[in-house]
Structure formats: C-alpha cells, structure tokens
C-alpha cells in the first residue's frame, strides 16, 4: 500500500511521500497565508474605495509613480537575502548576523541612492510634483532591511501565522493614518503615510515573534554563499518590478497624471488575484520547493506537476469574469468617472493569469538554485514589454498600454519561463492534458457570461451577480469532476 501510495505520476517510491508531507506544510502555511493576504487585501480594498471618492485621479497617478519606484527597490533592495534565506542549506542561526548587516548595509545604500535621484526620476514619469511621495514611499525599504532575514526564518519554518497576524496588524495601521489624511487634504501624501506607518507596525511584530536573536556580525564564506545565490536573483526580481511598473513611466511620461491615475486603478483591480493568492503562495512555494529540491529532482518535479493544475483551474474563472465584465466591475465599485479604466481592466485580465504562472515558474527557480535563470527569463520578457508598451501607448493611450503588456505576456513571458523550467530540469510536458478541461471551461464561462450580461440590462449589480454567478457556476460544472461535487454536496446536507 505504501509503495502504491509513492509511486505517484511516475515518481519513485517515496517521492510521492515526500511530496505529500510537505505539501501538508504548506497547505497549513498557504491557509495562514491566503488568511492574512485577504485581511490585509480587504482592508486596502475598502481603503481603495473610500480614497476614490475623496481624491482626484491626479493624486492616483501621483502615487503610481512613487509605487513604481517602491515595488523596484523593494525587489532588490535586499539583494535577494530573503530567498537566499529560506533557502539556506544549513542552520539558519550560523547566517543570520551575515545576512542581518548585508540586508542592513544594502537597504540603508539604495535609500540614499533613491533620495538623490528621486527629483529625476519623477520627472522621467512625467510628473515632477510627485518627488516628495518616492522620498516617503521609498522608506518602507529601510524597515525591510531590519525586518528581511527574520521574514525569511518565519517563511523558511511555514510559521505563517505569524506572518499573516503581522500584515493585518499593518493593513488596519494603514487605513487608520491614510483615509484622516487624504480627507485632511494631504492627497499623495495619504498613501504613503499610511504604507510607511504599515510597514513599522509589521516590522516590529515580525521582529518579536522571530525567535531569532538580532545580531549583526560577518563570514565571509557565508556572505559569498548569499551573494553567489542573491545576486542573480535580485537581478531577476529588479527584472520582474521594472516589468510590473515600466507602464507606469511611460504611460505617465506620454499622456500625463490624470491617464496614469485610471490606468493605475485598472492595473491594482488586474492584481486582486496575483497580489491575494500570488503573494501568499509565494511565500510557501519557495520553501516547500527548496525542501523538495533537497531531496531529489523527482520529488521536485512531481510537486511542481501537482501545483499547475489547480492553478490554473483556479485563477482562469476569476480572469474571464474580469476580463468580460471589466464596466460592470469598475463602475460599480468606483462610479462612473472612473469607467475609461474599464477598457484597460478587460486587457490586464490576461496579465493576470500570465503574472501567477511566471511567478510559480520563478518560485521553482528560486527553489533549485538556478537564479540566473530567473534572470533570463525576466529579461526576455522585458526587452519585449517595454517597446511594445511605448508603441501600445502612442497607438491607443492606456488601452494600448495594457494590450501590450498582455500580448507580450502570451507570447513571450510563457514560452520563455517553460524553457527555462526545461533547462531546470522540470518538464511540463506530462501536465499538458490536466489543462485541456480547465481551458475548455474559460471559453464556455466567457461565452455565458457575455450572454447573460446582454439580457440583464445595464445595471452592474445585476451584471455582477447574474452573468458573473452564471459565467462561474458553468466553469465549475465542466471543470470540477462530478465526483467532487457530488462529495462537497454529501458534506453540505451532513452539515444541516
């Protein structure tokens, strides 16, 4: 029975154990994850809404600048010492003060950096004014030097409990300074006020809850280990936020703040998904693939075939929905002077599958050690995005930006990130035949949901609720077995 049970998909014995011990980890970690990245989504959501009604668009485009500038230092600022920490072979304790000073030294730097060339860099975005706002945001990074490898140990120990506790801590910290702000008049500003009062509630938890004493010290032999694995990888990631955040110097550089300030709220509604379930799956893909990777690339593999599927099958509905219902959506939430966000929204939709897939691509890169390769493939699709995002924007403004970004995704993000899953040794090729039912069922919930929303009038809510619900439950009818249903509708009449 137990041989059964680990010969699972072509594994050897013992692979498929493997597999499943660790993925009970992480389906704990992924569970405390989901928790904490909905609590603190949510509170930004509602956050989101009240700003929308007590700011102009201006002050939205203001803040994307000062946000692009944040997500790039944010991704290198480290130099990949988080990663390299969960990561580790060895004992943490033996590292930690290396990594503490490294991270401490590099943040400190890159804030300096960004502080002189921040004027520059606002005004390369078209907007100058937003110069105090980078100088504010960017501080969040000085609060991730201290915080960085005391993350990783809770990452590394699927203690994301206490990760989750600490991000909703801050989230809440984030509405209490940001909205009394913004309704003060203190417009951008309120953003970053709120994300730097957010980050220093987080950081201070995470730090009392570590269990890792703080001490700062240097090994040369371990500062060459983080070094050799970081570097790279915090070249892909640099890769990855100049991916995330080109759009928005070019867009705002061409047709000014207000453009940019729909084009932001279309992209943050795009990353719902990637931002919830992405951001929480990274932080137990990476060490749940690490502990794979240790063992055996089999063992590897088969977790990774396991992973796609479900991904897949889940993030798919929520794009269609998105990408057939993107009026209803935007005005409904945000009102009417907010609807030419709705044409853009309906072509990030795809970006939003394309991110979770090369996320999980670049996870599984992480996890073996080949950060050169993340570095590739992000390059690759950079070199692509940013002439096909300047050519999209002159041709067609915002909507321009975003078919762009999302035709880049499809055809050049994906393929590149399969090839170097192949060169990783990780081939995807036995998983093709799980996607061809969840595929099948985005073609048939996109078909009823564009039926539904043309005989529901034009009410959103109406929308929302009868083409959307329509357009999900057909998904779910093709796409979930019947025997699945059929024990789901067992529990719930046990349940009455």
């Not at 013992?14 to 909905?38: D, F, P, Q």
């Not at 970004?405 to 998983?431: I, N, T, Y």
Request: with cysteine.
């Amino acid at each position: 029975m137990n041989e059964r049970r680990g010969a699972d998909a072509g594994g050897s014995p013992g692979a498929g154990e493997h597999v499943g011990e660790i993925g009970r980890k992480a389906g704990r970690g992924l569970r405390w994850s989901l928790l904490g990245n909905l609590g603190t989504k949510a509170s930004t959501f509602v956050m989101g809404l009240v700003l929308a009604r007590l700011l102009a668009p201006e002050d939205f485009g203001l803040y994307a600048v000062a946000l692009a500038a944040t997500t790039f230092v944010m991704h290198v600022n480290d130099v990949g010492i988080i990663a390299a920490t969960v990561q580790w072979r060895g004992r943490i304790e033996d590292m930690a003060p290396t990594a503490t000073a490294m991270a401490l030294a590099f943040s400190t730097g890159l804030y300096g950096i960004f502080w002189v060339v921040a004027p520059h860099f606002a005004e390369l975005a078209g907007s100058a004014e937003a110069t105090p706002v980078v100088r504010l945001l960017t501080a969040v990074i000085l609060i991730d030097g201290v915080t960085a490898v005391r993350a990783a140990a809770l990452m590394r120990g699927f203690e994301h409990d206490k990760l989750a506790g600490a991000n909703i801590a801050g989230s809440l910290v984030n509405v209490a300074v940001a909205v009394p702000l913004a309704a003060g008049g203190a417009g951008a500003l309120s953003f970053a006020w709120g994300q730097v009062a957010a980050n220093a509630v987080t950081g201070a938890l995470v730090l009392a809850w570590a269990r890792l004493p703080f001490r700062l010290g240097f090994d040369r032999e371990v500062a060459v280990r983080l070094l050799r694995f970081g570097v790279p990888l915090a070249v892909g990631l640099g890769i990855e936020a100049v991916l995330m955040n080109a759009d928005y110097v070019i867009v705002g550089s061409v047709l000014g703040p207000v453009a940019l300030g729909f084009y932001l709220l279309a992209f943050n509604v795009s990353s719902w998904v990637p931002g919830v379930i992405g951001t929480a799956l990274r932080h137990v893909t990476v060490p749940s693939f690490s502990r794979l990777a240790e063992r055996t690339p089999e063992s590897l593999s088969l977790g990774v075939r396991r992973s796609l599927p479900p991904l897949v099958a889940f993030v798919l509905p929520v794009a269609v929905v998105m990408a057939t219902l993107a009026p209803a959506i935007v005005v409904f939430l945000y009102g009417e002077r907010w609807a030419p966000a709705a044409g853009v929204l309906a072509l990030l939709a795809v970006l939003t599958v394309v991110r979770m897939l090369t996320a999980l691509a670049f996870d599984v890169l992480t996890s073996v050690g080949a950060t050169r390769a993340t570095v590739w493939m992000n390059l690759g699709w950079a070199v692509a995005l940013v002439p096909a995002l300047w050519a999209g924007t002159h041709w067609d403004g915002i909507r321009g930006a975003a078919a762009g970004h999302a035709l880049v995704g499809l055809l050049v993000a994906l393929p590149m990130a399969a090839l170097m899953l192949a060169r990783a040794g990780v081939l995807l090729r036995p998983v093709l035949p799980a996607l061809v039912r969840p595929l099948l069922g985005g073609v048939l919930a996109a078909a009823v949901t564009v039926s539904l929303a043309r005989v529901t009038g034009a009410s959103p809510f109406l929308q929302l609720c009868v083409a959307g619900g329509g357009g999900l439950l057909a998904y779910v009818l093709l796409v979930v077995p019947v025997s699945r249903l059929r024990r789901l509708g067992g529990r719930t009449v046990l349940a009455r």
